[in-house]
T-cell receptor
């Protein structure tokens, strides 16, 4: 079973719409969850972190975590063409040999159409 | 958060040669991480580099192929040894963005092509 799974997309939304990105993870003891944005040819950029069940909002971004369902999502409100990128979900897997490392999903490619 | 300078940004190398990638951080960090991102794939952790001790390698990665140095708390190198075309990838170093947060800041990456 893959540790962190995402729909690879592409997810296409019109400008101004809400983009919803989803991620599931397999390790029930995971404590930390992150969303990274990666533009083509660039390195990943951390945009959101969430540690507790519920919602966490930062500007146009909202991260949602449901540990019982092992599910984390990212909502992007008022999507802009500049949001077009690949979004990587990352989970800190506790108990692994190298404490503190992250396991990444394969990413969802988002395209926001003007 | 930390700022990481990574170089080279890209290189084209001959099969059988080695390339050393450098990462310099603008602050002292306990752990540095080296990732590989193959074309169209996500990031895979190669190893964790701790200052003053040997690096910890993930399954599928060995020290002979990917030797790592960590001479101080702001610098690390990753060498890709005896390269083959299968090593063509983007290599990224990263550090914890904030103490104990486990969210990472990444270097700009090294795009390696082996011919």
């Amino acid at each position: 079973q893959k540790e962190v799974e995402q729909n690879s997309g592409p997810l296409s939304v019109p400008e101004g719409a809400i983009a919803s990105l989803n991620c599931t993870y397999s390790d029930r003891v995971s404590q930390s969850f992150f969303w990274y944005r990666q533009y083509s040819g660039k390195s990943p950029e951390l945009i959101m972190s969430i540690y507790s069940n519920g919602d966490k909002e930062d500007g146009r971004f909202t991260a949602q975590l449901n540990k019982a369902s092992q599910y984390v999502s990212l909502l992007i409100r008022d999507s802009q063409p500049s949001d077009s990128a690949t979004y990587l979900c990352a989970v800190n897997i506790k108990g692994r040999r190298s404490q503190g490392n992250l396991i990444f999903g394969k990413g969802t490619k988002l395209s926001v159409k003007p | 958060s930390a700022v990481i300078s990574q170089k080279p940004s890209r290189d084209i190398c001959q099969r059988g040669t080695s390339l050393t990638i450098q990462c310099q951080v603008d602050s002292q960090v306990t752990m540095m991480f080296w990732y590989r991102q193959q074309p169209g794939q996500s990031l895979t952790l190669i190893a964790t580099a701790n200052q003053g001790s040997e690096a910890t390698y993930e399954s599928g990665f060995v020290i002979d192929k990917f030797p790592i140095s960590r001479p101080n708390l702001t610098f690390s190198t990753l060498t890709v040894s005896n390269m083959s075309p299968e090593d063509s990838s983007i290599y990224l170093c990263s550090v914890d963005s904030q103490p104990n947060s486990y969210g990472y800041t990444f270097g700009s990456g090294t795009r390696l092509t082996v011919v």
